[in-house]
């Protein structure tokens, strides 16, 4: 493909044109020819791809900018966000806001949650809520017991939930498989039933958790991993 | 009173009055609330970190109410309750609580978590003014990128195509900080005389990257179109 309007853009003329700042003529010019105009969304495309993988990458996550704060870092990490604050505003500006926010006055009380709000809280954002998916065949009986768990798929990781009744106690026996297993080893899990957390567990080595006992009614697990993802499982009455 | 002897039952009763009294400003004993928390965080007592949850929700509501970019994320408040009671256990559990000493610094990391879970939330969203999302936004990745690539591996693509440190600079200040030519020339003070230094120097750089055939395979493009 050729510029059918030779000859064809600058690369400043391509950048004025990213930044708004165009002249008429090259706008025209774009909307003109479709090879410029292809230039022009290649070289977006590429900005845009550095500008999103790249912003604040290499900042301390808030959680360190807190700890920094509060004086809860190690020696080297204490250099190395120091070093950091030196060029990042970002960085300033949090630190800013966490000082303000921590020496303002206790709130008064909060006001009434907003209509659209679930009181259970999930994002839906940021938290990935797992399919219920078919049961597996009896061959992938967990632990032994008897087949038909629910199964619950997300994010890589499978999570097998079955009830059982002993000596006339439901319990909740959960069950993770995932190819990093060890991401999960530790997540704290959160039984919420009517609006309201009735229980916590911890994801054991062998990706394992139970709640006992377990009221049979409709309820919500949400399971964090230490590293931050959260997975929600929406269990039916 | 030998608090060891206390159920995680009775603490947690004894917390939630010892709180209620802090909130109406009476005077408050907070060896119970403390002791609680122990429980949870350093013992691992999941009953306990339950009743920890139901006392300081509310609590933990109100902060996070209060804080100043809470409504620029579009997310209700108990998300944020939430995200900051998990990583307070987080951070807190096991050894890591013996940090503390008495219950208005745990209480002072409490609120902190609250912070910090706003702000890295609103590091990976742009601010929303209303609670309607776009489709776009929803899915939360931007379509045509390679998801693998590592933000370290292109950061050091970036650096092999500009091999001077200056530019590193200019490519980090714009790329990794945001920041525009004015901002620059005040975050490095001598390196640039002027916005317009800035901004000449830039589109230099920015040629040399997009014209490279590895990032423009990273931003899924096939080739380079000829001119």
């Given at each position: 493909m050729e510029c059918k309007l030779p000859p064809p853009l600058t690369e400043e003329q391509v950048s004025a044109f990213l930044d708004g700042e165009a002249e008429p003529a090259v706008r025209q010019h774009v909307i003109e020819c479709a090879h410029c105009a292809a230039r022009v969304a290649q070289a977006r495309q590429v900005e845009k791809m550095m500008r999103q993988q790249l912003l604040r990458w290499d900042c301390?996550?808030?959680?360190?900018?807190?700890?920094?704060?509060?004086?809860?870092?190690?020696?080297?990490?204490?250099?190395?966000?120091?070093?950091?604050?030196?060029?990042?505003?970002?960085?300033?500006?949090?630190?800013?806001?966490?000082r303000a926010f921590l020496s303002a006055p206790d709130p008064g009380d909060a006001p009434e949650p907003r209509p659209h709000s679930p009181p259970f809280g999930f994002s839906r954002l940021r938290d990935i809520v797992a399919r219920l998916a078919p049961s597996p065949a009896p061959a992938l009986a967990l632990r032994g017991e008897n087949a038909g768990p629910l199964v619950f798929e997300a994010g890589g990781v499978t999570v097998f939930i079955q009830l059982k009744t002993v000596n006339d106690v439901t319990l909740l026996e959960g069950q993770l498989a995932a190819d990093d297993l060890t991401a999960w080893e530790g997540a704290l899990v959160q039984l919420h039933q009517a609006h309201r957390l009735q229980a916590a567990a911890v994801v054991d080595e062998l990706g394992g958790f139970r709640f006992e006992p377990f009221v049979k009614q409709a309820s919500d697990l949400r399971i964090a991993a230490p590293g931050g993802e959260a997975i929600i499982l929406q269990i039916p009455a | 009173m030998n608090l060891d002897s206390l159920?995680?039952?009775?603490?947690?009763?004894?917390?939630?009055?010892?709180?209620?009294?802090?909130?109406?400003?009476?005077?408050?004993?907070?060896?119970?609330?403390?002791?609680?928390?122990?429980?949870?965080?350093?013992?691992?007592?999941?009953?306990?970190?339950?009743?920890?949850?139901?006392?300081?929700?509310?609590q933990v509501l109100r902060w996070v109410y209060s804080h100043s970019r809470f409504y620029q994320t579009g997310e209700s408040a108990e998300y944020f309750a939430n995200s900051a009671l998990t990583s307070f256990y987080f951070a807190l559990r096991g050894d890591k609580f013996n940090n503390f000493a008495a219950l208005p610094q745990i209480l002072s990391y409490l609120k902190t978590c609250v912070h910090t879970a706003i702000m890295q939330y609103l590091r990976k969203t742009p601010?929303?003014?209303?609670?309607?999302?776009?489709?776009?936004?929803?899915?939360?990745?931007?379509?045509?990128?390679?998801?693998?690539?590592?933000?370290?591996?292109?950061?050091?693509?970036?650096?092999?195509?500009?091999?001077?440190?200056?530019?590193?600079?200019?490519?980090?200040?714009?790329?990794?900080?945001?920041?525009?030519?004015?901002?620059?020339?005040?975050?490095?003070?001598?390196?640039?005389?002027?916005?317009?230094?800035?901004?000449?120097?830039?589109?230099?750089i920015r040629r040399s990257l997009r014209k490279d055939p590895v990032l423009q395979q990273w931003a899924g493009m096939p080739t380079s179109p000829d001119e």
């Open positions: 301390p996550t808030a959680q360190q900018l807190g700890d920094y704060h509060l004086g809860l870092t190690g020696e080297e990490d204490n250099r190395r966000i120091s070093a950091h604050l030196q060029h990042c505003a970002h960085c300033r500006a949090e630190l800013a806001d966490l | 159920s995680v039952d009775d603490l947690a009763r004894q917390c939630s009055e010892e709180t209620s009294r802090f909130r109406r400003g009476d005077s408050f004993e907070p060896r119970h609330c403390f002791e609680l928390l122990r429980r949870a965080l350093s013992g691992g007592r999941m009953d306990a970190f339950t009743s920890v949850y139901h006392i300081y929700q509310p601010p929303v003014d209303t609670a309607d999302i776009s489709e776009e936004q929803a899915a939360g990745d931007v379509t045509g990128f390679d998801a693998v690539i590592h933000a370290s591996e292109l950061w050091d693509r970036v650096c092999e195509l500009l091999p001077d440190v200056r530019d590193q600079t200019l490519a980090r200040g714009v790329f990794v900080h945001a920041l525009k030519p004015s901002q620059i020339v005040e975050e490095y003070p001598g390196q640039w005389g002027s916005p317009r230094e800035v901004s000449v120097a830039l589109q230099r």
